[in-house]
């Protein structure tokens, strides 16, 4: 399953894309993230790929794919139960040639009664996080630290949240006072969560 995440990373005035292969959807997920420069058109429909991160763990689906602001990509594992791996993937392997092997023994400290997680976003500042399950909008505080791994193992808060069909995407609004939630299917509405 390709999924796309977008986030403003590495520069004040660079976006990028971050279309992967990293879930299984009755399929083998490849594992493999995109990075794909932000253009201000799309001309013919196609983007030219920036980079390409492989990458190889002993997970079989994965639908959360954070960025952090200066690039640094994290990932969490769909399971029932919802207590996912988390693994921070190294930059070095972008367009590195050789495949990353992950070895976290980091796991999400949620409970959930579905396949979980569904999705994810750090915020542009980098200072909090919120991860997605089917049912609730999670939220985690950084409190100054800068290891997300670890503080995805602590117990987060739940957020407001108006329940959706397919449920699957949160997003930080730009100035990170507030958030976003969206399911998937055509004209599925798109809710706005301030935290005010």
């Keep these: 399953m390709i999924k796309e995440y977008m986030v403003k990373c590495i520069t004040e005035y660079t976006s990028f894309f971050f279309p992967a292969d990293t879930g299984n959807a009755g399929h ?3 594992n493999i993230i995109y990075r794909v420069l932000e253009p201000d058109t799309i001309q013919n429909g196609s983007l030219p790929i920036d980079s390409q991160l492989h990458f190889t763990w002993s997970e079989q689906d ?9 690039g640094e990509v994290y990932i969490i594992s769909k399971v029932y139960g ?34 979980d997680p569904v999705g994810g976003d750090i915020s542009p500042s980098g200072d909090e996080i919120l991860v ?9 505080d950084m409190n100054g630290s800068k290891d997300y ?16 069909h397919q449920g699957e995407a949160v997003a930080w609004q730009p100035d990170g006072r507030g958030y976003y939630t969206l399911g998937e299917g055509l004209h ?8 005010q």
């Design 188 to 195: 599925s509405p798109l809710y706005h969560y301030s935290l």
């Design 62 to 70: 994965c639908e959360t794919l954070m960025v952090d602001p200066n």
């Design 28 to 30: 083998g997920a490849r």
């Design 82 to 115: 919802g207590k996912g791996l988390i693994a921070h993937l190294p930059s070095s392997g972008w367009n590195s040639g050789s495949t990353v092997q992950v070895n976290s023994k980091a796991y999400l400290s949620i409970s959930s009664s579905h396949p």
């Design 149 to 164: 791994v670890s503080v995805l193992q602590t117990q987060p808060v739940r957020l407001p949240y108006i329940s959706e």
């Design 132 to 140: 997605k399950t089917r049912e609730s909008v999670l939220f985690w």
